[in-house]
Structures are given as C-alpha cells and as structure tokens.
C-alpha cells in the first residue's frame, strides 16, 4: 500500500510539474534562444560565435552527468520505497511489537534505513549540484569570451561601443532561460 501510495503521489506530482511548467519552458527557451541566437550571428560572426560556443559545451557537460543522476536517483526511490514499506509494516504491526517488547529494535532498524536513504539522497544532491553549477559557471563564460573578444574587437576599430554594449547584453540575455533549464 506504501509502495503504491508513494509512487501514485511522486507520479502525479512529478507529471504536473513536467507539463505545466517545464514543457512550456523548454519550447520557449529553445525558440528563443535560436532566434537571439540567429540575430547575433547574422550581425557579427565573431562575437556570436564567441558568445555561443559555451552552450552546446555546458549543455554537453549537463547531460552527459544525467546518467549518473539517473542511477542514483533511481537506486534512492527503492531505498525511500523500502522505508516506507518498512514504516507501513511496523504500523500494522504495532501489537505484535509492543507485546514483545522489540521496540527499541523496530526503532534502531528503521531509522538505520531512514539513515541510509537520507544519505543517498545527500550525495544525489551534491552530484546534481557540481553538475548544475558548473554547467552555469560555463555559460558565464560566454560573457567572458565576448567581453575579451569584444574589447580586441573594439580597440581594433572593427566595432564600435554601443555594438560591444548590445552584445554583452544579448549574450547575457541568451543565458538566462538555458539556465532555468539547467537548474
């Protein structure tokens, strides 16, 4: 019953969450960062270029981690599975256990468990974390890229000021919902 109950409640959660925020976000930034991505491309290769390699990179380096997470997140929700099947079952037999005086050994047991799966959950966290942070930390090298770029750019008379200004801009701009994704 547990068992069903978590699965039916993390499902339903997990599906509303997918449809009504993330699908939405996911076209959105895709359009958007192809039409952006378009503009400044068409307008100066160079700086688009510099302001566009970290992406395919970033979201190279996020993917690539999403095996790992999967199998750590999966092994989680069987360890969480077996808590609370271990919970649902100590409860139903609450008697049994009182009437033989093992409640201290039901409590060590399930905490043990409790334990366990909490530090698995720990570790999944600090790996999506690495995960997330330095794919972000690499988009933010893009603004890097232009910023240098665009000042070689501009002290060689190839751009000038208020171009260096949109495009440090823009770039930053291009990041933002790749980020939302990421996070």
């Known amino acids: 019953i547990s068992d069903l109950a ?3 409640m993390g499902d339903m959660s997990l599906y509303e969450e997918i449809f009504s925020h993330a699908v939405p976000h996911i076209y959105a930034t895709g359009i958007s960062t192809t039409i952006i991505s378009v503009l400044i491309l068409n ?18 380096i996020f993917f690539l981690s999403k095996n790992k997470r999967k199998k750590s ?16 079952e100590t ?25 366990k799966s909490t530090k698995l959950k720990g570790t999944i966290e600090i790996v999506t974390g690495v995960a997330v942070a330095f794919s ?11 910023a240098v770029t665009g000042a070689q750019m501009l002290l060689a008379g ?24 990421i996070a």
């Open 158 to 181: 190839e751009i000038n000021i208020f171009v260096y200004i949109v495009f440090l801009i823009m770039t930053a701009s291009i990041y933002l919902p790749i980020e939302g994704i």
């Open 136 to 146: 972000g930390m690499l988009l933010k090298m893009g603004i890097v890229t232009v």
């Open 43 to 60: 307008y100066n290769l160079k700086l688009g270029l510099a302001a566009l390699w970290v992406i395919p990179v970033s979201l190279l």
């Open 73 to 88: 997140n999966e092994k989680w929700v069987e360890q969480n599975r077996e808590v609370l099947d271990d919970l649902q």
């Open 6 to 8: 978590a699965t039916m």
């Open 91 to 115: 409860i139903e037999q609450i008697q049994e256990i009182k009437s033989y005086n093992m409640e201290e050994k039901a409590k060590k047991q399930f905490f043990e468990k409790l334990q």
